[in-house]
Every structure is written in C-alpha cells, then in structure tokens.
C-alpha cells in the first residue's frame, strides 16, 4: 500500500510558473512508476508525465513536452512537477499516481492522490 499526498497548487497567470509535489508514505516508493495525470472539469483523466523508479527516464505528453519537468528524490520519497510556460488549458486538477508499468492510462496505475487545483488565468 501507497500513500500518495499532493501539494503546490494553486493560482497562477499564464506565463508563469508553478512546482507541484507529491510525498509518498507506505511501501520503498523507489519500486514504483511515478505519474502525473490531469483532469480538467468535463474532461476524462488525461496523462501528462511519468518517471521510472530511479528517475533515469522520463516520458510526456505532447501537450506538456518541453513546458513541463518531472523529477523524483528517492531519498525523501518525493515527485515532483514542475511547470513552466502554463497555458489556461492547463487548468486542472493535478493528481500523482504510482504503479509498477509504463503506461498512460489511469487504469495503469494503482494508487492515486486526492489532488490538487492548479489554475492558469489569461
């Protein structure tokens, strides 16, 4: 069992920039796949980054590519994303995911966090 708690969010302008975290308690979090989806109101959950268990390979969406950063410190059971460049349709609810494979869909994944807002105003 995982334990994932995200935090960072919040209220930004387009342009700028924010880092969201996600603290993990539980089982060794080096084991896992770490992820970050996204959910926009109406829209299905969509992926936006995953890293591997030693952070050695990343891998995003078109959507994020360049614009986003994930990153993860084993040693304090942290990901990490960072985000630059945001745009209004990154609006969204932000939620950290942990799994054992290189998927991206939710259904890959099989623990999740409570989320949190980030919203980018024009």
């Known amino acids: 069992q995982v334990q994932l708690v995200e935090s960072g969010g919040g209220l930004v302008q387009a342009g700028g920039s924010l880092r969201l975290s996600c603290a993990a308690s539980g089982r060794t979090f080096s084991n896992y796949i770490m992820a970050w989806f996204r959910q926009a109101p109406g829209k299905e959950r969509e992926f936006v980054a995953r890293t591997t268990g030693s952070g050695g390979r990343q891998y995003y969406s078109d959507s994020v590519k360049g614009r986003f950063t994930i990153s993860r410190d084993n040693a304090k059971s942290t990901v990490y994303l960072q985000m630059n460049s945001l745009k209004p349709e990154d609006t969204a609810v932000y939620y950290c995911?942990?799994?054992w494979g290189l998927g991206v869909r939710p259904t890959d994944y099989d623990y999740w966090g409570q989320g949190t807002q980030v919203t980018v105003s024009s």
């Open positions: 995911a942990a799994g």
